[in-house]
């Protein structure tokens, strides 16, 4: 069950579409899909050491994951990998899955970011 409270973070979806450019090819564009509160459940990156113990930089350039959970709508049950994203703390998040909580009551979308700016 999802508590209203944990929803603390602010966090936007993007959707790719595909859009002619100056040369009339056709390419990807992100364009805000929603924005929701979420909950957010970071996981310590691969090979990550405690904190204190391994230089910011070196921290910087592993993946991390990180579960995000919102309210469930049929606009986030739309949310799939490859044609959605997160931008989340000014950094871009890449979706792996989302999958619903219960019958209708919240999703939980597992992202991972390398740290890239929107």
């Known amino acids: 069950m999802i508590r209203?409270?944990?929803?603390?973070?602010?966090?936007?979806?993007?959707r790719v579409v595909?859009?002619?450019?100056?040369?009339g090819e056709e390419v990807?564009?992100?364009?805000?899909?929603?924005t929701r509160?979420?909950?957010?459940?970071?996981?310590a990156p691969p090979g990550a050491r405690p904190a204190g113990e391994?230089?910011?930089a070196a921290r910087l350039e592993a993946s991390a994951p990180a579960t995000f959970t919102i309210l469930w709508s049929t606009e986030a049950a739309a949310i799939a990998?490859?044609?959605?994203?997160?931008?989340?703390?000014d950094v871009i998040w890449d979706i792996?899955?989302?999958?619903e909580i219960g019958r209708r009551q919240g999703r939980e979308?597992?992202?991972?970011?390398?740290?890239?700016?929107p």
């Open 4 to 14: 209203k409270g944990e929803l603390d973070r602010r966090v936007a979806f993007q």
């Open 18 to 23: 595909m859009v002619e450019n100056t040369l």
């Open 28 to 34: 990807g564009s992100w364009l805000p899909y929603i």
């Open 37 to 43: 509160w979420t909950k957010v459940a970071r996981a």
């Open 54 to 56: 391994a230089p910011a």
């Open 81 to 89: 990998p490859l044609t959605h994203r997160i931008v989340f703390e």
């Open 96 to 99: 792996h899955s989302n999958t």
């Open 109 to 117: 979308i597992v992202a991972v970011t390398n740290f890239k700016e």
